[in-house]
């Protein structure tokens, strides 16, 4: 056995890791523009570069919904 991360590996994570990135820049702008509804913007910017569900949470959780006045 070569070893875990042989080259072959990181090619197939490669877009993986391009996903979690720009999922994690989007709800970082998102969080910065419209703000959040529960806990503060920093621990959910941690959040959402900690792993691609962080994201996904923030999301379905932590955005601000939009009040129709």
């Known amino acids: ?10 090619i197939m994570l490669i877009p993986l ?3 979690q990135l720009s ?3 989007y709800c970082t702008n998102k969080i ?3 703000g959040v509804s529960v806990l503060n913007k920093w621990f959910w910017i941690i959040v959402c570069f900690a ?4 994201s996904l949470i923030f999301l ?3 955005r601000r919904k939009e ?3």
């Open 1 to 10: 056995m070569d070893g875990l991360l042989t080259t072959e590996t990181l």
């Open 51 to 54: 792993n691609i569900t962080g």
């Open 67 to 69: 009040q129709n006045d």
């Open 23 to 25: 999922l994690a820049a």
């Open 60 to 62: 379905l959780v932590g």
């Open 32 to 34: 910065i523009k419209e």
């Open 17 to 19: 890791a391009m996903l």
